[in-house]
């Protein structure tokens, strides 16, 4: 039987690919007609996926919490590896150094669809937190929570990694410090990022266990990436384009978008699960591994902006205000979780 014309010139392009990295095409053929065909299950990982909930407790809705938190983490990495692209240029190039034939510049038309992708993975959290708020019953976290000692989603490095890389780290300072640290370097801005704060025991003004450990484990990678990403971050992206791309009005709305999904509405679905299982109107009340919610989480409090300069003096000024005034207030008094 004779191979089309089409197949030749496959099997060509083939051999000259695994000749210029010092292979025989032959053997892959082989592999191929030894190979058993691929399943959904064996290319999703399905049974692996599946085995890594391990509860500390019996409590049922323990699965719940483990779960969700994972769906984070892999819409993390979904998130991580559009910023990627973006910050890289837009290149797809293979680990063999093969352009894989996305785009080999960043134009404006490849910034705005991956920044879309971003804010809809945002987006797609924030609208399904309420398996977390309602989902559970608050009798069995808080009695499952207690076995979850100093570990708390505070310590997502994901989440870190995403911030780095989507600003400038002076505009991440803690606010008190922000002014006098603008010029910093990086690792001195680093070093006073505002999260380092959400994990420290008022009274001592000690680290808890939380944030020990999470520094211990992370901060040394943390000073590694801003070192790699804070030169090409989206804030460095957009202020390279021409002047005109800069005005473009869906880069900007995109740019926006992507500032309150992360800074403000992310924040805030957690504050208004933690006030439902935690809060009793004492204000006291501690996150799990000691993280002081009420102050860590509120977005007005922090004012944290990635891109302050696409936002009026006034919006900069009432950074979350309005969602918390016209959302969030109101609920928590009906539920008498704030004084009145």
């Known amino acids: 039987?004779?191979?089309?014309?089409?197949?030749?010139?496959?099997?060509?392009?083939?051999?000259?690919?695994?000749?210029?990295?010092?292979?025989?095409?032959?053997?892959?053929?082989?592999?191929?007609?030894?190979?058993?065909?691929?399943?959904?299950?064996?290319?999703?990982?399905?049974?692996?996926?599946?085995?890594?909930?391990?509860?500390?407790?019996?409590?049922?809705?323990?699965?719940?919490?483990?779960?969700?938190?994972?769906?984070?983490?892999?819409?993390?990495?979904?998130?991580?590896?559009?910023?990627?692209?973006?910050?890289?240029?837009?290149?797809?190039?293979?680990?063999?150094?093969?352009?894989?034939?996305?785009?080999?510049?960043?134009?404006?038309?490849?910034?705005?669809?991956?920044?879309?992708?971003?804010?809809?993975?945002?987006?797609?959290?924030?609208?399904?937190?309420?398996?977390?708020?309602?989902?559970?019953?608050?009798e069995q976290f808080t009695k499952f929570r207690m076995s979850l000692l100093s570990a708390s989603g505070f310590q997502t490095a994901s989440y870190r990694y995403i911030e780095i890389a989507c600003t400038d780290l002076k505009y991440l300072v803690f606010e008190d410090q922000r002014e006098s640290l603008f010029d910093s370097d990086i690792h001195t801005q680093l070093d006073n990022i505002y999260w380092r704060r959400g994990a420290i025991v008022e009274d001592t003004g000690e680290k808890t266990l939380t944030l020990r450990d999470f520094e211990n484990k992370y901060l040394e990678d943390f000073h590694e990436f801003a070192d790699k990403y804070q030169p090409i971050n989206l804030w460095k992206k957009y202020k390279a384009l021409d002047a005109n791309d800069q005005k473009n009005e869906q880069l900007v709305k995109e740019l926006r978008e992507l500032d309150v999904n992360v800074n403000i509405n992310w924040p805030l679905v957690h504050f208004r699960t933690a006030a439902r299982y935690l809060a009793t109107g004492k204000g006291?009340?501690?996150?799990?591994?000691?993280?002081?919610?009420?102050?860590?989480?509120?977005?007005?409090?922090?004012?944290?902006?990635?891109?302050?300069?696409?936002?009026?003096?006034?919006?900069?000024?009432?950074?979350?205000?309005?969602?918390?005034?016209?959302?969030?207030?109101?609920h928590l008094k009906k539920e008498n979780h704030l004084p009145k």
Request: with cysteine.
């Open 284 to 330: 006291d009340e501690k996150g799990t591994g000691g993280t002081n919610w009420q102050k860590y989480l509120p977005p007005h409090f922090q004012r944290r902006i990635f891109y302050p300069e696409l936002w009026s003096e006034q919006e900069r000024e009432e950074w979350g205000k309005h969602w918390v005034d016209a959302v969030f207030a109101d």
């Open 1 to 138: 039987m004779e191979l089309p014309e089409s197949t030749l010139k496959k099997i060509k392009i083939l051999k000259e690919k695994y000749a210029s990295i010092g292979q025989d095409l032959d053997s892959y053929l082989d592999g191929l007609i030894y190979a058993n065909p691929l399943t959904y299950w064996d290319y999703i990982e399905v049974d692996a996926l599946l085995s890594l909930q391990k509860p500390k407790t019996d409590f049922p809705d323990e699965k719940i919490f483990i779960v969700y938190h994972q769906i984070t983490e892999l819409y993390f990495s979904l998130i991580s590896h559009e910023i990627e692209q973006i910050c890289k240029n837009g290149k797809n190039i293979s680990e063999h150094g093969e352009d894989l034939g996305w785009n080999s510049s960043l134009d404006l038309a490849f910034f705005i669809e991956r920044l879309k992708r971003v804010n809809k993975y945002f987006e797609a959290l924030t609208n399904s937190f309420d398996i977390m708020r309602f989902g559970m019953e608050k």
